[in-house]
Antibody
Framework: QVQLVESGGGLVKPGGSLRLSCEASGFTFSDYYMSWIRQAPGKGLEWVSYISSSSTVIYDADSVKGRFTISRDNARKSLYLQMDSLRDEDTAVYYC???????????????WGQGTTVTVSS | EIVLTQSPGTLSLSPGERATLSCRASQSVSSTYLAWYQQKPGQAPRLLIYSASNRATGIPDRFSGSGSGTDFTLTISRLEPEDFAVYYCQQYGRSPWTFGQGTKVEIK
């Protein structure tokens, strides 16, 4: 079935780095825009970044610009988020999600992973 | 950046009642590029509505969306026990994408 599975979360010290992965199955991964969204403990959803199907279009939220890098490997059906210079306020559950319509940015996100938890603390 | 403001923050209703949730944008949302999501505790969000008024696959017809420009509404016609959750609106018409802060629908 259509599925996204995140991994790579954990405990990291402020200033440290972490790389999240999101593995897709059940659909043609290379056809879809993908996105990362996060949710701090007890808080709402915050969009983080998106990437086009061919990696030619990338956009990041101001809160992570210059520190986080989204990428993908279509051959491996995987989406990544490289997180550097981590701060306490980056502590959150990180979700990957698929944009609903193939090759199209402007649509809702219809498939979500279960999330992976990142904790930034000394 | 388009700021989305949802109201009320919490809605206390009984099963069978009608729920009306509001999402107001600080600027006009292009081409009704607005979505609604439902999130239950410990779960990932689920897409309910896209393009302001289109139900996503498998979403019951008691959920409906309406609106354009800066004012959008999610209506649940008759609340079922499984509908008590937090609901978020999201605009994807202009980057950066943004979410509202959420409306919690709780059992009265």
């Amino acid at each position: 079935q259509v599925q996204l599975v995140e991994s790579g979360g954990g405990l990291v010290k402020p200033g440290g780095s972490l790389r999240l992965s999101c593995e897709a199955s059940g659909f043609t991964f290379s056809d879809y825009y993908m996105s990362w969204i996060r949710q701090a403990p007890g808080k709402g959803l915050e969009w983080v970044s998106y990437i086009s199907s061919s990696s030619t279009v990338i956009y990041d939220a101001d809160s992570v610009k210059g520190r986080f890098t989204i990428s993908r490997d279509n051959a491996r059906k995987s989406l990544y988020l490289q997180m550097d210079s981590l701060r306490d306020e980056d502590t959150a559950v990180y979700y990957c999600a698929r944009v609903k319509v193939p090759h199209y940015l402007a649509d809702g996100m219809d498939v979500w992973g279960q999330g992976t938890t990142v904790t930034v603390s000394s | 950046e388009i700021v989305l403001t949802q109201s009320p923050g919490t809605l206390s209703l009984s099963p069978g009642e009608r729920a009306t949730l509001s999402c107001r944008a600080s600027q006009s949302v292009s081409s009704t590029y607005l979505a609604w999501y439902q999130q239950k505790p410990g779960q990932a969000p689920r897409l309910l509505i896209y393009s302001a008024s289109n139900r996503a696959t498998g979403i019951p017809d008691r959920f409906s969306g309406s609106g354009s420009g800066t004012d959008f509404t999610l209506t649940i016609s008759r609340l079922e026990p499984e509908d008590f959750a937090v609901y978020y609106c999201q605009q994807y018409g202009r980057s950066p994408w943004t979410f509202g802060q959420g409306t919690k629908v709780e059992i009265k």
